[in-house]
């Protein structure tokens, strides 16, 4: 299986920046599509962005276009997601989520995701 662990989550102001990472380990990281979610209390797990296998297609949540990044270093086994302009509606438990594919989609719902981190806490305060 595919083991994923979160980092670099943190409380920071309204309209600044942190830099999520995931690592991930136990299959070979240039054949997962990877994605990031985000759960705030009470409501479900919200898609973030996708990034498919090859890296050469991305795709974002509406709410977050233009102020989130995401990216993939395979070297490094490593998935980012650069978070700029940060709101209070920000605020959430991040997750990072893997899946086996063949083809070079980008993965948009959780249901299409097998593994999944155990998440990072991004706080956004006013």
């Known amino acids: 299986q595919v083991q994923l662990v979160e980092s670099g989550g943190g409380l920071v102001q309204a309209g600044g920046s942190l830099r999520l990472s995931c690592a991930a380990s136990?299959?070979?990281?240039?054949?997962?599509?990877m994605g990031w979610f985000r759960q705030a209390p009470g409501n479900k797990r919200d898609f973030v962005a996708g990034?498919?296998?090859?890296?050469?297609?991305?795709y974002y949540a509406d709410s977050v276009q233009g102020r989130f990044a995401i990216s993939r270093d395979n070297a490094k086994n490593t998935l980012y997601l650069q978070l700029n302009s940060l709101e209070p509606e920000d605020t959430a438990v991040y997750y990072c989520?893997?899946?086996?594919?063949?083809?070079?989609?980008?993965?948009?719902?959780?249901?299409?995701?097998?593994?999944w981190g155990q998440g990072t806490q991004v706080t956004v305060s006013s």
């Open positions: 136990g299959r070979t990281f240039s054949l997962l599509a």
């Open positions: 989520a893997a899946r086996t594919v063949t083809s070079k989609a980008v993965l948009s719902t959780a249901h299409e995701y097998d593994y």
């Open positions: 990034i498919s296998r090859s890296s050469g297609a991305t």
